[in-house]
């Protein structure tokens, strides 16, 4: 299973934009990051940002520009999360969040197609 195909398996719901997600222990990206101590790459959190703006403008897009990425607390496996989106003049403010913590914070911009 790919990351992409992971992300969209693992999404529960969205409402009022915000979008759940349960991580668990066998999604991809924890088998090589790190073994024996996984955590969610940032790369992936990007992505699953990615994949819930995408639901909101109901199409594809690809990032045109990072212009934060703040990774707060590592996110471990078998997790629910919350993906919260604001827009705001084009740019995507993203949190994503457990039960009382944030894991990462970022503001991204997109453009169309891949």
Known sequence: MTVAQAIKSSFISNENN????????????????FPGAPLLPGTVQIEIALFCVERIL?????ISEIKKAKFIK????????????????????????????VYSQMKIIVKEGE
């Open 58 to 62: 109901g199409k594809k897009v690809s």
């Open 74 to 101: 590592p996110l471990l496996p078998d997790t629910e999360i919350t993906v919260s989106i604001n827009e705001n003049n084009g740019s995507y403010s993203v949190s994503i969040n457990g039960i009382n913590e």
């Open 18 to 33: 915000t979008f759940s997600f349960f991580i668990g222990k066998d999604f991809p990206a924890f088998k090589g990051h």
